[in-house]
């Protein structure tokens, strides 16, 4: 199968064919704004490594490599880097993931579109430190919107160590 072709403009990728926005829709990637589909950096970084799509600069007319992509997407989003390691993990391991402010919101494998999604992922690197209030706050929330919370601990190595997060009164 031939790859779909995205475009960078204005840092930020968009699928300009209609069938093949609606391909990617289906399959749980990106988001549709203006009539637009847009996919999110770790959705195209994910894509582009497994040749799904080829992602075309629109100011030279001329495809990115991978590494181009993540540097030009990193910009905006210095921890693209870590999110797209446990996107590869989530993704390859058959898991629908949408990508939120907070975090990933995970989707059961066959539960995509048919349930809500079953966890919130925060995702944090081994010697960055985090506020513990913070994320007491964004458990608080994540509990409102009746879903559990897990963290996924990124090392040095890029190796990953899920922890689930509960809500304990002492």
């Known amino acids: 199968m031939e790859p779909f ?3 960078y403009t204005n840092q930020e990728i968009v699928i300009p064919n209609q069938s093949e926005a609606d391909s990617l ?7 549709r704004r203006n009539k637009l589909h847009y996919l999110r950096g770790v959705e195209s970084l994910f ?3 497994r040749g799904k799509i080829i992602v075309i600069e629109e100011d030279k007319n001329m495809p990115l490599k991978f590494h181009d992509l993540l540097q030009r997407l990193s910009k905006n989003d210095p ?4 999110k797209f390691i446990v996107y590869k993990d989530l993704r390859t ?8 402010d907070i975090g990933f919101k995970i989707y059961e494998r066959g539960e995509y579109k048919k349930k809500p999604p079953s966890y919130m992922l925060k995702i944090i690197s081994e010697g960055k430190p985090e506020n513990v209030q913070k994320i007491v706050k964004e458990l608080e929330s994540v509990e409102r919107e009746c879903l559990n919370m897990k963290l996924a601990v990124v090392d040095r190595r890029g190796e990953i160590v899920y922890y689930e997060v509960e809500h304990k009164e002492l």
Do not use: H, K, M
């Open 47 to 49: 894509n582009l490594e």
């Open 93 to 100: 391991r058959g898991f629908i993931i949408e990508v939120t």
């Open 25 to 31: 829709l289906q399959d749980g990637y990106g988001f």
């Open 79 to 82: 921890e693209l880097w870590i």
């Open 5 to 7: 072709t995205a475009v």
